[in-house]
C-alpha cells in the first residue's frame, strides 16, 4: 500500500489560499519554512561574484551595499536579481567608460531591471495583464493602505478606458493579478474579513517608473495608460 501526498513548493505561503479545496486537503502535513538570506549573507555572496568577474576595485562597496539592500527590499531575498543587477549595473559603467560601478549605475540598472521584466511578462499577454498592472500601481499611490481588489477595478477601468480597450470582468482581472503575482510585479496580503472567509490587498512589486516605462513601448499595445502612472520629472 502506498499513500498519496502532494507536495506545494512556493515563494509565497498566501499561495495555499489559491488552490482548490480538493488539492490542498492532499497536501502534507508538515509545512517547512527556509528563511530568506540576511543582507550580510547577500552582500557576501555579491561581493565574492563580483571579486571573481571584475578587476580588483572596479566595483565601489557601496555599490554592492545598495544591490544587497534592494535583494532584500525589493526581491524578497532572491540573490539572482541581485546578481543580474549587479551585471547590468557593470555593463551601465563601461558605456559610460572608465570608472568604478557606483550607487549610481546601480539604480540606473534597478529601473532598466524592472522595464526589461515588466515589457517581456505584459507584451505576451493580452492587454488587460498589462492594464492590470497600471491599475495597481495607480491605486497604491492613491489609497492610504494596499488597495483590495475594489479599488483596483476601479483603476482598471479608468485604464481600458484611457486605452480604448474594454474591459473585462472582476473574475478575468482576478486572473490576470495571478499572472502578475506569479511574475513577482504584484504581492498579495491576505486578510481576516471578521467572518469565515478573507480579501486580499494588492502591493505593487516593482517600481512606477519602470511599469511607466514599459507600457510607454508601443509594442504591449497600452502606451495610452502611461499618462496614468507617476512622472519623476514633474
Do not use: K, M
Request: aromatic residues 4%; proline residues 6%.
Amino acid at each position: 500500500d502506498h499513500d498519496l501526498a502532494t507536495v506545494c513548493l512556493a515563494d509565497d505561503v498566501a499561495v495555499r489560499n489559491d488552490i482548490p479545496f480538493a488539492t490542498r486537503r492532499r497536501l502534507c502535513e508538515r509545512e517547512l519554512t527556509f528563511p530568506r538570506y540576511d543582507r550580510a549573507t547577500v552582500r557576501r555572496i555579491l561581493a565574492e561574484r563580483a571579486t571573481a568577474a571584475v578587476a580588483e576595485g572596479a566595483v565601489a562597496d557601496d555599490a554592492i551595499d545598495r544591490c544587497a539592500e534592494l535583494v532584500v527590499e525589493a526581491y524578497d531575498g532572491n540573490v539572482r536579481w541581485g546578481i543580474e543587477l549587479l551585471a547590468l549595473a557593470t555593463g551601465d559603467a563601461v558605456d559610460d567608460g572608465p570608472g568604478s560601478v557606483t550607487t549610481a549605475a546601480v539604480e540606473r540598472a534597478r529601473t532598466a531591471l524592472w522595464t526589461r521584466r515588466v515589457r517581456e511578462t505584459v507584451a505576451g499577454d493580452s492587454p488587460h495583464c498589462a492594464l492590470a498592472l497600471v491599475a495597481v500601481v495607480t491605486a497604491r499611490e492613491t489609497t492610504p493602505e494596499a488597495p483590495r481588489i475594489e479599488d483596483v477595478s476601479e483603476h482598471y477601468e479608468r485604464a481600458c478606458e484611457a486605452t480604448g480597450v474594454d474591459p473585462i470582468t472582476t473574475r478575468g482581472l482576478h486572473d490576470h493579478l495571478g499572472t502578475l503575482r506569479e511574475e513577482g510585479l504584484v504581492t498579495v496580503s491576505s486578510h481576516r474579513t471578521g467572518r469565515p472567509g478573507h480579501y486580499y490587498r494588492y502591493h505593487p512589486a516593482v517600481d512606477p517608473l519602470a511599469v511607466r516605462r514599459a507600457v510607454s513601448d508601443p509594442a504591449v499595445g497600452v502606451d495610452g495608460a502611461a499618462p496614468l502612472l507617476p512622472d519623476p520629472d514633474q
